[in-house]
């Protein structure tokens, strides 16, 4: 199946500064991709949609100006933890979605990147 | 707001045990619902579902929906130690394009 890359898989980093997280599909052009958060023993909450060349779309309550999406190219999206804070430390998760995503098996989850602010 | 509950939380069984795991929803525009199994990482792929009363299987495990009562259900038969993970259900909003995941099932199967 599709192939759907992330990294960096584990980071720690000291707060106040920033973090970015990439995800990449490897042999598909993602057309959409979408970014989670999952705290322990909670579901995956969606953060944000990004669609290439074009600004991302925030669920309520997330802060675009702190969690930074970039989709500049059909194969990579990133996200940037800016002046992280322990509140942050959380698993993200990035998928990507080709075709417009309307069937599930067109929706791969990258690896997840487990962020940790100290 | 869609909203998708799964139930039980958790559940503990031996191998060799059947076990069904539920999952209700409320969407507005319904498209399709999604079972994916999840380990220590990201969720992995199982079944998609977008026509009621039809079947769907791979080896153990199996997975039905029911659009007129709004659930599914995902079966597994002879359970094994390796099926020990977090099941999770998640709805496709035809009109956002937007997957809302339940909170998951933490299925732990002993030897």
């Known amino acids: 199946g599709a192939v759907v890359s992330q990294h960096p898989s584990r980071v720690i980093c000291k707060s106040g500064t920033s973090v970015k997280i990439e995800c990449r599909s490897l042999d598909f052009q993602a057309t959409t991709m979408f970014w989670y958060r999952q705290f322990p023993k909670q579901s995956l909450m969606l953060m944000a949609t990004?669609?290439?060349?074009?600004?991302?779309t925030y669920e309520q309550g997330v802060e675009k100006d702190k969690f930074l999406i970039n989709h500049a190219s059909l194969t990579l999206s990133t996200l940037t933890v800016t002046s992280a804070h322990p509140e942050d430390s959380s698993f993200y998760i990035c998928s990507a979605s080709w075709g417009g995503g309307a069937a599930g098996n067109t929706i791969y989850f990258g690896e997840g990147s487990w962020l940790t602010v100290v | 707001e869609d909203k998708v509950v799964q139930s039980p939380l958790s559940l503990v069984v031996h191998e060799g045990d059947t076990v069904t795991l539920n999952c209700s929803y409320e969407v507005t525009n319904f498209r399709s619902l999604l079972w994916y199994k999840q380990e220590k990482k990201a969720p992995t792929f199982l079944f998609m579902l977008?026509?009621?009363?039809i079947e769907k299987k791979s080896g153990r495990l199996s997975s039905i929906l029911d659009k007129k009562e709004l659930f599914s259900i995902l079966n597994i038969t002879a359970t094994q130690t390796g099926d020990s993970a977090v099941y999770l259900c998640?709805?496709?909003?035809?009109?956002?394009?937007?997957?809302?995941f339940g909170k998951g099932i933490t299925l732990s199967v002993r030897p």
């Open positions: 998640a709805v496709w909003n035809g009109a956002n394009s937007k997957l809302t």
């Open positions: 977008t026509s009621s009363g």
């Open positions: 990004s669609n290439e060349g074009s600004k991302a």
